[in-house]
């Protein structure tokens, strides 16, 4: 993202684009957050499997529905 050089008529490239549009290969955090940190907007889609994988991964989501499975099981016996 460093090379980026945006053509100009009269003097020197910039190196800020208003706009940046990248497929799903770009779309990790790195690359968004770099882009958020030096005000460029950006057009890149998700991919569909990191919508609904981020939270799932995590211990504690799953210790609530966990813990009230035991105590209905408790509750029963």
């Known amino acids: 993202m460093d ?34 940190r030096r005000g460029i907007s950006h057009t890149i889609p998700e991919k569909s499997g990191s919508q609904a994988t981020r939270c799932d991964k995590r211990c504690y989501i799953h210790l609530g529905p966990t813990t009230v499975a035991a105590l209905v099981i408790w509750l029963r016996s």
């Not at 980026?4 to 770009?26: C, F, L, W």
């Open 3 to 36: 090379k980026i050089r945006v053509p100009r008529p009269v003097g020197r490239p910039r190196r800020k684009p208003g706009s940046v549009a990248a497929d799903k290969a770009y779309s990790n955090s790195l690359i968004r957050r770099y882009l958020r």
